[in-house]
């Protein structure tokens, strides 16, 4: 069977494609195609995708025929305007520059930035006072990226990067998915004004904190710009300058989003099953008692990891997209080279058939004894095969040093009244407005 038997999905229409339907609703448009097949045809405009829902197919394309695909129409949207980090490269670009980075997401040099991340995490749990009402997913967001800004950058050069980053990366993140899948016509239109001037604004700064940093022996430092700088493959290339901007940038909206968003539904969840919070919160009197939380602790911690881990099934990436390079079979339909193939690990980690009650928060889910009946293809928070997320241990460790700093010591609960936060189309399925109320542990 070829491209054109493949069933196309419902509610297609004419010259407009399954727009319309996809603007009303876009994640319950794919969390409902699993439905309708495991490969099925979307059109955009005019322009053909396949889409593939089922565990097997995803599998397909992301680690059986992993080779015969690169990135796809967003991505190629997404790298003028981002750039072409690890998330956009391919090919031996891609490979070249993975080898160099890789080794600064080890073990030994994560647990130097656990550091860094309980120090802020603290500062953090210390600005708050009782009664105070926040908006959880914007003050986890600006906790991120400060966050990661501190193992980013030098303290005493990184500060105007911090600054724009706090006020650009906001806009870009908000409007980066819709500007990618908007028709190439629109690129001009005065609705993108403000994304490409966030856009152009923090590479410019990222530009002069490199040269800064640069010109100040970054082989003393040992913030990931520094490393990134020093970074030398065996025939002793580094990166250039352009290529250490695109990283930095790219590290900044996988690590930025993906935290806030796991924070902000993680606290959004323990807030209505105070039996799982009271569980976490007993496990961190056991490992970490009163002092900071450290990179040793995380192990003694299960329970928080279950939370985030079903927290990023419930909440995860959006979309990902690929398009293959040669004739490839996918669920049993032969597609062409140049075929554009778009997959949602949000979709597949609600489909019903893989997990029971799939809208349910339950971080027993994730408890050893059902990990082990699980395929592993059913689980692909971060991606998978060669092109699996470089920072996922990264991202998972401040989310947990995180939750482990601030539960103990304050416990969050909605504002009376307020209306639940909804899933808004993002990168993740990041919440909307979120107000909580921050109560002292032990109180009221």
């Excluded at 010259?15 to 969390?31: A, S």
């Excluded at 699993?34 to 680690?63: C, K």
């Excluded at 870009?172 to 690129?187: E, S, W």
């Amino acid at each position: 069977m070829t491209l054109a038997d493949i069933p196309r999905a419902k509610g297609r229409v004419p010259g407009l494609g399954h727009v319309p339907r996809l603007l009303r609703d876009p994640l319950g448009v794919l969390r409902a195609l699993h439905a309708e097949g495991p490969v099925l045809r979307l059109d955009i405009g005019t322009m053909p995708m396949v889409v593939v829902t089922s565990a097997g197919t995803v599998n397909e394309v992301m680690v059986k025929h992993g080779k015969s695909f690169r990135k796809g129409r967003l991505f190629e949207r997404v790298r003028p305007l981002v750039g072409n980090g690890l998330a956009n490269s391919d090919g031996q670009e891609h490979l070249h520059n993975r080898r160099l980075i890789q080794p600064m997401f080890y073990k030994e040099r994560i647990a130097g930035y656990a550091e860094v991340m309980s120090e802020r995490a603290q500062a953090l749990a210390d600005s708050w006072s009782a009664g105070q009402r926040i908006d959880v997913d914007q003050v986890m967001g600006t906790h991120a990226i400060e966050t990661l800004a501190a193992t980013l950058f030098s303290a005493d050069i990184g500060r105007p990067a911090v600054e724009a980053v706090l006020e650009d990366l906001p806009v870009i993140l908000k409007n980066m998915l819709r500007r990618a899948l908007a028709p190439q016509f629109t690129d001009n239109w005065p609705i993108w004004h403000a994304f490409d001037t966030s856009a152009a604004r923090m590479r410019s700064v990222i530009d002069d904190v490199i040269a800064a940093t640069r010109a100040s022996a970054p082989q003393e430092r040992t913030d990931l710009l520094s490393l990134l700088l020093a970074a030398r493959d065996d025939a002793g290339v580094g990166l250039t300058d352009l290529e250490v901007r695109d990283e930095l940038t790219t590290m900044l909206f996988a690590g930025t989003e993906t935290t806030a968003s796991v924070l902000s539904w993680a606290l959004h969840h323990l807030a209505a099953r105070p039996d799982v919070e009271q569980e976490v919160l007993e496990e961190i009197e056991k490992a970490v008692g009163d002092r900071p939380v450290t990179f040793a602790d995380i192990p003694q911690l299960p329970g928080i990891t279950r939370v985030l881990d079903e927290v990023i099934r419930m909440h995860g990436v959006v979309i990902l997209m690929r398009r293959t390079i040669e004739p490839v079979t996918l669920g049993g339909y032969h597609l062409p080279a140049e075929t554009e193939v778009l997959i949602s690990p949000y979709a597949l980690h609600r489909n019903p058939d893989l997990y029971a009650e799939p809208d349910r928060f339950d971080p027993d889910r994730w408890l050893p004894e059902h990990v082990a009946r699980r395929p592993r293809e059913h689980v692909v928070p971060f991606g998978a095969g060669n092109r699996k997320c470089i920072g996922d241990r990264f991202a998972w460790m401040e989310a947990a040093i995180t939750l482990a700093t601030i539960l103990p010591r304050w416990k969050l609960r909605p504002v009376p009244g307020s209306k639940p936060p909804k899933e808004s189309t993002a990168a993740m399925a990041h919440p909307t407005r979120m107000p909580m109320v921050v109560h002292p542990r032990g109180g009221s």
